[in-house]
């Protein structure tokens, strides 16, 4: 692969505990329930809040290397703590937060070093998904790739936030072509963690859609190494900017 040259009510989590059964029979039933319910966990829409969590990380809600105070996030989401830090030490795991012993989470610093290394694997990936794509995905599958492109031309009035939510959605759907579902996961990944770079270029989305229909078109006459070599000079062109 040629290099990238460039280097330099969340709603509250709705916390809530389970439905206090009627306590009849005697009081070594009714101990037995009460001991079975506070076994039980406490219910939480855990996966609104991480989204929630990391859409925040994503776009710097928090300022980079801010320290995260538990406390007041908790307060201001309106969550218990422990789904909070689970959440928290998940997008740490994941690389969209840091995290140090005994001081806590951080937010991400802007690492220009970091960005590159993401913006190289990402055209490596894309490269190695466009060359599976042309020899696996099927003519309706192009076929409906191109007609979601053409749906969004007509709609040119786009906040810029839905314009980088379909970009993405074209490159994911891309990647799918190839029939990886993990090569799909990991695009996913890396895309979510540049989409703070990427939000800032949004100006360029005309010259994108002329792009992304000259990648179908490759993908269509089943040019693998050429689809290849477009798709590396399209993110090096984002990259570069």
């Known amino acids: 692969m040629s290099e990238i040259k460039s280097r330099d009510r969340l709603i509250a989590g709705d916390v809530y505990l389970p439905e206090t059964p009627t306590l009849s029979g005697s009081r070594e039933d009714a101990r037995r329930k009460r001991d079975t319910l506070d076994k039980l966990p406490v219910?939480?829409?855990?996966?609104?809040?991480?989204?929630?969590?990391?859409?925040?990380?994503?776009?710097?809600?928090?300022?980079?290397?801010?320290?995260?105070?538990?406390?007041e996030l908790?307060?201001?989401?309106?969550?218990s703590r422990t789904p909070l830090r689970e959440a928290l030490n998940r997008l740490a795991t994941e690389g969209f937060?840091?995290?140090?012993?005994?001081?806590?989470?951080?937010?991400?610093?802007?690492d220009a070093n970091e960005l590159f290394d993401l913006y190289e694997l990402r055209a490596y990936l894309e490269q190695t998904a466009v060359r599976l794509a042309c020899n696996r995905a099927s003519d309706e599958e192009i076929a409906e790739?191109?007609?979601?492109?053409?749906?969004?031309?007509?709609?040119?009035?786009?906040?810029?936030?839905?314009?980088?939510?379909?970009?993405?959605?074209?490159?994911i759907r891309l990647v799918q072509l190839s029939q990886?579902?993990?090569?799909?996961?990991?695009?996913?990944?890396?895309?979510?963690r540049i989409r703070f770079a990427r939000w800032i270029d949004t100006q360029s989305r005309r010259l994108s859609h002329g792009q992304h229909l000259q990648i179908v078109t490759l993908l269509a006459e089943r040019k693998d190494e050429e689809c290849?070599?477009?798709?590396?000079?399209?993110?090096?062109?984002?990259?570069?900017?």
């Open 228 to 241: 290849a070599a477009f798709v590396l000079a399209h993110i090096q062109k984002h990259f570069d900017q």
């Open 97 to 110: 937060l840091t995290t140090t012993a005994n001081k806590g989470f951080f937010a991400r610093e802007l």
């Open 145 to 171: 790739l191109r007609a979601f492109l053409l749906q969004q031309d007509e709609n040119s009035r786009m906040l810029a936030g839905e314009m980088l939510k379909l970009d993405e959605e074209f490159h």
């Open 180 to 192: 990886n579902e993990e090569l799909a996961k990991t695009v996913k990944a890396v895309a979510e």
């Open 43 to 71: 219910l939480t829409t855990a996966a609104k809040l991480y989204d929630q969590l990391k859409e925040m990380a994503v776009l710097y809600h928090f300022r980079p290397g801010e320290r995260i105070n538990e406390v």
């Open 74 to 79: 908790a307060a201001r989401l309106r969550v």
